[in-house]
């Protein structure tokens, strides 16, 4: 019977989770593997699993040659004005959505989650025509604009159910102080909005960081390309660089994961909050 169960749970549970996690860590390991690989290691035959002479010859390489010093910055730009124009956004309407009582209040957040079932291929042509007679295509306003519109829908939503969770009479009694409206929500409701904030400015900057088609659609120079474009550039018709891609990849990825280290606490907590809201 011992027995039985013992196989039973690595059937049903370890094997399942060791295949899983072999299926996402491989392609990482691998894209690691090549990045610090000679070009002439990278093709040769059979495949080797570890670099036998490793270099950082890659990465020198697309941070210099290829241009990704200038990619990182564009999408540092981009990422960082796109979250600090959601972050201000939404935490005002998510306040109205969490403290007001209106005519519509159901229907208005209808309305702002059925934004996020629109595919966002569709929007393309509208966005590039519209910029285009704006003079904003390969301006990175165009793209601060177009991902803040997308995002502020499903963060209001977010932030209202950080705010729900806020107390009221913390607010009263911050007002019967002398306090309005406003110092209220700065100094008692900020300061406990923390974790939602973190988890709301995490999720829009990885958004904005990885984002590909509307940004190849709004940008044609390489100088404002971001880096998921600038990744996507490097793929030539007759020849690849295998070992640059590598590098490239491995840099677009640093932030997002060192930002996710640093903000984990605040992110598990902020999303708690935000369904129990």
């Not at 796109?82 to 229907?107: D, E, H, M, P, Q």
């Not at 891609?245 to 935000?274: C, D, E, R, T, W």
């Amino acid at each position: 019977m011992f027995f039985n169960k013992k196989v039973d749970k690595i059937l049903t549970l370890y094997l399942p989770l060791t295949m899983m996690l072999s299926f996402t860590v491989f392609p990482l390991y691998w894209t690691i593997n090549t990045a610090f690989k000679p070009e002439g290691e990278i093709v040769k035959r059979p495949l080797q699993y570890l670099p036998a002479s490793p270099t950082i010859d890659n990465f020198v390489n697309a941070w210099t040659n290829i241009g990704f010093a200038t990619f990182f910055k564009n999408s540092l730009i981009i990422g960082i004005a796109t979250v600090i124009t959601v972050l201000i956004c939404s935490t005002l309407s998510g306040y109205a959505l969490a403290r007001y009582k209106f005519k519509g209040k159901r229907s208005f957040m209808l309305m702002l989650l059925c934004t996020q079932f629109i595919p966002r291929s569709m929007m393309i042509i509208p966005l590039f025509i519209i910029f285009k007679n704006l003079g904003l295509i390969s301006n990175p306003l165009s793209l601060i604009i177009t991902y803040t519109a997308i995002e502020i829908p499903f963060t209001t939503i977010l932030m209202s159910g950080f705010i729900s969770n806020v107390p009221k009479e913390l607010e009263e009694a911050a007002m019967i102080d002398g306090c309005s409206k406003l110092q209220s929500l700065r100094y008692v409701v900020l300061p406990l909005l923390m974790p939602g904030i973190v988890a709301t400015a995490v999720f829009t900057f990885i958004y904005t960081w990885n984002e590909f088609l509307i940004a190849l659609m709004l940008t044609n120079q390489q100088s404002k390309f971001t880096l998921p474009v600038g990744l996507s550039s490097m793929l030539g018709e007759f020849n690849v660089n295998y070992g640059a891609l590598a590098a490239g990849s491995v840099i677009a990825l640093i932030p997002a994961v060192v930002l996710f280290a640093y903000a984990q606490k605040h992110l598990v907590n902020g999303m708690g909050g935000a369904v129990k809201g």
